[in-house]
C-alpha cells in the first residue's frame, strides 16, 4: 500500500529550500538519488568556480610581466591540495550537514531512491516503495551527456572519461587532455586544467566557441582561447580507442580532414539533458516539451493538478540563480495553495524571466544578458548599441586590457535597455547595474547620468558604453 504525503519534493538543488515556515508541519516528503545539494553545490557552479580561481591566480602572474613585474614562470600546483580544499574542506560537509537536517525534522521523510511516476501524483521509487501526495514538486535536475561514441558514451572514471560530475575529483591531473565541447562548462574546464599545466585539446562541432554569445564575444572569445590552448574547430569525434598504457586516441573530422588526437584523460562537456523523461512525468499526466523539458506555466505550475516543477527540469537555462528564483515562487504557491501563506489576501506569484543572466567564468569571464544583435536583427526588433573598450577606459589603463569589451542594446526611442553582452575582466560583477537597470524599467540616460560613478574603477566602462549609445534627447 503507498504511503500518503501532503508534499513529495524530489531532488534537494533548490528544491531543498521548498520547506519554508509556512509549510513547517505539513508531512513533506523529499526524494533524492544522489547527494544532497544538487548540481550546483556538488558538481557545478560552486566547486568549478572554486577551481577556476587557482587558475585565474596562475595566468595573472603570468601576465604580470606587461605590468612590469616579472614572475618565475615555474608554477608549483598541488592539485590534491586543490581539489581537497573545494570538496573536503567545504562542499561535502555541507551536503552531509544538508541531509543530516533534513532527517532530524519529524515532519520531512527523506527517500533515498530514484523515483519514477507512475500516476497521478504517484511515484514507485527504486527502494520498491510507492508514495503518494496531495502536491508534487519536480526539481529533479539535469544530467551530463554523452557522445554516441563507443568508449565515450558512458562515465568511466578508471579508464580516464569523464563529465563535470566527476573530473573534478580526480586524484592527480593528467598529462594530456581532450575536451569535447565549446560551451560555458568546456571553456570554464579549459581555462582551469589549462592553466594548471595540462596539454589541453578542445574539439567544438562549430566555427567559435560560446557560440550562443553575441558573436563580436564568441569571435574574440575563441582567438584567446586559441593562444592558451589547443583548439579544434568545426571537428567532431568519430571514434575513440584506449591503449594498453591508458592513452585514449581520439579519432577526429574536420577542417583538415581525418586527424588523430591523444590524450589521457578525456572530458565529454557538450550539454545537458532535462531529468523529466527519466522521472516517467508523462505519466503522471505532465507534459514535456519536444526538448524534454517540463512544461510549466507563469506560476510554475505543471499540466498535471497539483504539480509544479522548476529548476533545470523546467526550463531550459539550466542556472542556479533560475532555479533559486522558482524555488521562491513555487515556496510561495505552495503556501498560497495550502491556506499557509502570510498576508491578509496573499495571491499566487509568477516567474520573472524576462532579463536573466549568466556568466562563463573561462579566461577572460563572460556575462550577458537579453538577445544577441543577431537574435534582435532576426526578429526586426529596433534598437540602437554601442560596444565599449575596457582598454578606453582609465582602470583599462591600469590593466593594460587589449580585449575586453561591453555592449549595450537599447529601444532607440525610450532608452530602454534591451541587452548587455561582456567580455573581460570581472565581467560578471560588471553586468549587474545593467541588468538591475533593465528589470527595474530605468533608461540608459537615467543610469548613465542619474548617479555618481566612481572614477577610476572598472565602472566606468558600463557609464562609457551607455553614454555612448545614439538615443533622441542626448547631448
Request: aromatic share 6%.
Given at each position: ?200 585539446t578542445q574539439v567544438q562541432r562549430s566555427a567559435h566557441l560560446l557560440r550562443a554569445e553575441d ?150 569571464q563572460v556575462a550577458a544578458f537579453g538577445p544577441t544583435r543577431a537574435e534582435l536583427d532576426e ?97
Amino acid at each position: 500500500m503507498a504511503r500518503h504525503h501532503d508534499l513529495i519534493i524530489i531532488g534537494t538543488g533548490s528544491g531543498n529550500s521548498l520547506v519554508t515556515p509556512e509549510l513547517e508541519g505539513l508531512d513533506i516528503a523529499i526524494v533524492e538519488e544522489g547527494t544532497f545539494g544538487g548540481t550546483c553545490l556538488n558538481v557545478g557552479c560552486i566547486p568549478t568556480k572554486m577551481l577556476v580561481l587557482p587558475a585565474d591566480r596562475v595566468i595573472e602572474s603570468r601576465e604580470a610581466q606587461r605590468l612590469g613585474v616579472t614572475i618565475s614562470r615555474d608554477v608549483d600546483v598541488d592539485w590534491p591540495a586543490i581539489r581537497d580544499r573545494i570538496f573536503t574542506d567545504r562542499i561535502d560537509e555541507i551536503a552531509a550537514g544538508g541531509e543530516r537536517y533534513r532527517r532530524s525534522q519529524d515532519f520531512v521523510t527523506v527517500y533515498a531512491a530514484t523515483a519514477r511516476f507512475v500516476g497521478e501524483r504517484r511515484l514507485t521509487l527504486s527502494t520498491g516503495e510507492e508514495i503518494t501526495a496531495d502536491r508534487v514538486v519536480v526539481a529533479a535536475g539535469s544530467r551530463a551527456d554523452l557522445l554516441e561514441v563507443d568508449g565515450l558514451d558512458r562515465v568511466d572514471p578508471e579508464r580516464g572519461v569523464h563529465t563535470s560530475d566527476t573530473v573534478m575529483r580526480i586524484d592527480e591531473l593528467p598529462r594530456r587532455m581532450a575536451i569535447v565541447g565549446g560551451g560555458f562548462v568546456a571553456c570554464e574546464f579549459a581555462h582551469v586544467f589549462g592553466s594548471l599545466g595540462v596539454e589541453v585539446t578542445q574539439v567544438q562541432r562549430s566555427a567559435h566557441l560560446l557560440r550562443a554569445e553575441d558573436a563580436e564575444i564568441s569571435r574574440r572569445y575563441t582567438e584567446l582561447a586559441r593562444g592558451h590552448h589547443d583548439v579544434r574547430l568545426e571537428t567532431t569525434v568519430t571514434g575513440a580507442s584506449r591503449a594498453d598504457d591508458g592513452t585514449w586516441t581520439l579519432r577526429l573530422k574536420g577542417l583538415d580532414g581525418d586527424t588523430d588526437v591523444e590524450a589521457d584523460a578525456v572530458l565529454v562537456a557538450i550539454g545537458r539533458t532535462p531529468n523529466g523523461k527519466r522521472l516517467d512525468v508523462e505519466a503522471g499526466g505532465i507534459e514535456l516539451d519536444d526538448r524534454g523539458v517540463v512544461v510549466v506555466d507563469e506560476q510554475q505550475r505543471t499540466t498535471a493538478d497539483g504539480v509544479w516543477a522548476l529548476g533545470d527540469v523546467a526550463n531550459a537555462w539550466q542556472l542556479k540563480h533560475v532555479a533559486n528564483h522558482e524555488a521562491r515562487v513555487v515556496a510561495h504557491n505552495l503556501a498560497v495553495d495550502t491556506g499557509r501563506a502570510r498576508g491578509s489576501d496573499p495571491k499566487p506569484m509568477e516567474a520573472d524571466h524576462r532579463f536573466v543572466p549568466h556568466a562563463v567564468f573561462g579566461h577572460p569571464q563572460v556575462a550577458a544578458f537579453g538577445p544577441t544583435r543577431a537574435e534582435l536583427d532576426e526578429v526586426g526588433t529596433p534598437y540602437v548599441s554601442y560596444t565599449q573598450s575596457f582598454g578606453d577606459t582609465a582602470y583599462g589603463w591600469a590593466l593594460e586590457d587589449t580585449t575586453g569589451i561591453l555592449t549595450v542594446c537599447a529601444d532607440p526611442e525610450t532608452g530602454q535597455l534591451l541587452a548587455a553582452h561582456c567580455m573581460g575582466p570581472h565581467a560578471s560583477t560588471l553586468i549587474q547595474p545593467l541588468i538591475q537597470a533593465a528589470s527595474f524599467g530605468q533608461d540608459a540616460h537615467t543610469v548613465a547620468r542619474g548617479q555618481y560613478w566612481i572614477h577610476p574603477a572598472l565602472a566606468e566602462v558600463v557609464e562609457n558604453a551607455l553614454l555612448g549609445l545614439d538615443l533622441p534627447g542626448d547631448d
